[in-house]
């Protein structure tokens, strides 16, 4: 089983719609989580991390359940500009492990 | 201003040869880290350096030599390039087990 399973997508969406993806890891003892978002032919970039409470950054939710070792991300009323691919990152005690990443395309 | 940097941006060579691609980082961090994004972008760590101390080295061929000469630059070299190490190489800072700062990557071509 792989650290970090995505679906790869890609998710096709309209200006305004919500989207939510998910991401599940095996690493139960992982204590810290991200989601990172990469633009094409760039670098990855911090979006949120996320906390066990759940946290929300404007348009992003992001929440964890550590019982299913899972975590989603849920973007509302959805830009042009949120066109890219979002990695689920979960923490390995010393390394950061990246999912393969959801592309995401809003028309 | 930036934060992480690395050169070349661009590399294109032949089989066999040998490169280096440096980084440095301006951020005060003292975790480095290279990765590797191929063709199909999934990235994965290669190697991790703590205040100049290898503390990962992943599953790589030993063509693959990371050096850091102090805590703000670690540098790649690769000897022998192969067709497969055509691929994105990114190189991030952090203080441990945070937030990564990546650089702008080195899209390496092998030929």
């Known amino acids: 089983r792989k650290e970090v399973e995505q679906d790869p997508g890609p998710f096709n969406v309209p200006e305004g719609a919500t989207v939510a993806f998910n991401c599940t890891y095996s690493n139960s003892a992982s204590q810290s989580f991200f989601w990172y978002r990469q633009d094409c032919r760039k670098e990855p970039k911090l979006l949120m991390s996320?906390?066990?409470s759940g946290n929300e950054d404007g348009r992003f939710t992001a929440q964890l359940n550590r019982a299913s070792q899972y975590i989603s991300l849920l973007i509302r009323d959805s830009k042009l500009s949120d066109s890219a691919t979002y990695l689920c990152v979960v923490d390995s005690g010393y390394a950061l492990n990246f999912g393969k990443g959801t592309s995401l395309l809003v028309t | 201003d930036t934060a992480v940097s690395q050169t070349p941006k661009y590399l294109v060579t032949q089989m066999g040869n040998d490169k280096s691609i440096k980084c440095e980082q301006n951020?005060?961090?003292?975790?480095m880290y290279w990765y590797k994004q191929d063709s199909k972008k999934f990235l994965k760590i290669m190697f991790s350096?703590?205040?100049?101390?290898?503390?990962i080295n992943e599953t790589v061929p030993n063509r693959f030599s990371p050096k850091s000469p102090d805590k703000a630059h670690l540098n790649l070299h690769i000897n022998s390039l192969e067709l497969g190490d055509s691929a994105v190489y990114f190189c991030?800072?952090?203080?441990?087990?945070?937030?990564?700062?990546f650089g702008p990557g080195t899209r390496l071509t092998v030929l």
């Open positions: 951020l005060g961090h003292d975790t």
């Open positions: 350096y703590n205040n100049k101390e290898l503390i």
């Open positions: 996320v906390y066990s």
């Open positions: 991030a800072s952090s203080r441990l087990a945070d937030e990564q700062f």
